[in-house]
């Protein structure tokens, strides 16, 4: 048996939950939630399972759009541009540029020597590869690998993996 506090704490959209429920039942177990009246071993409690799964979807889709609509509001405000860059890669290049080693420039300048590669990182895959997202450009040690279409998959570590398009 797979026993969970919540069913929207399990998957985020309906067709994840009702995959975990296949891959349960396949397995010869069935899934309870201890705060709801939720047992999929009767065909009450699979019904009760699929009402709540799509009104936990529909809840998480108005959360988004209104997060979507703040997001707009802000830019168009002004308001959200993020933080500002402490460091300019350009000044880090320059010092690269002179002979100065990673641990040298990171003293000079008063920063941690993994933000020296990680601006080192940027300016070489802009200027090599050309690509950028959202924020700038992409360390190109962050590319996992490379899909069919040209585009590179990258590793984002809030959401797990995302996606980088060539310019």
Known sequence: ???VTRI???ARSIGDLQDIVRAV????AALKATEQPIDTSTAAGKAFLDMLGVFAEFETNLRRERQLEGIADAKARGVYNGRKASIDPAKVKDMKAQGMGPSAIAKTLKIGRASVYRALGRLKSAEGRG???ARGTANSSHVVRRHRSGCAIVRV???GCGVLWDR
């Open 1 to 3: 048996m797979l026993l």
């Open 131 to 133: 690509m950028s997202t």
């Open 157 to 159: 570590r809030r959401s």
């Open 8 to 10: 929207d704490r399990l």
């Open 25 to 28: 039942k396949a397995k010869g």
